[in-house]
């Protein structure tokens, strides 16, 4: 499809994810794990065939995408206990760092103006040797 096909003022998610991006902050593998240890909360979106698959990250909150804002609005009657402010630093984790951006921006737009995703996701935190759960380790979820 091209430019001219689309409806008026429409973006690809390429250009929406290039807007978005300037408007949030991201965070390497290892920042992220330096915040995680220094009590930030670390969400991943990434869902169960991933996670089986793959395996998870120690410590991570799983929070299934269709109830993300539910669980993570600090205002909101379903908030995960963890959320217990606006000030709470958020660290958004997806496979590869792409949805992960789309989420951060919808939390800050919500108030989380902390709320940061991980470059390269999930699988640049395993590439860079951080810890991973066994796929099948753990079934603690958020949801």
Request: net charge negative.
């Amino acid at each position: 499809m091209g430019r001219e096909d689309r409806q008026s003022g429409a973006r690809t998610i390429d250009e929406l994810l290039e807007q978005v991006r300037g408007r949030i902050d991201r965070v390497g593998p290892g920042e992220a794990a330096s915040r995680l240890a220094e009590g930030a909360l670390l969400i991943d979106t990434r869902p169960l065939e991933q996670r089986d698959r793959d395996g998870e990250v120690p410590g991570a909150v799983v929070v299934d995408r269709n109830v993300l804002e539910w669980r993570l609005d600090p205002a909101s009657p379903y908030r995960l206990p963890e959320v217990s402010g606006y000030d709470r630093e958020v660290i958004v984790l997806c496979n590869q760092g792409f949805s992960s951006s789309l989420v951060a921006d919808t939390l800050r737009s919500l108030g989380l103006r902390r709320a940061v995703d991980v470059v390269g996701g999930f699988e640049a935190w395993a590439a860079a040797g951080l810890p991973v759960l066994p796929p099948g380790g753990r079934r603690d979820v958020g949801v």
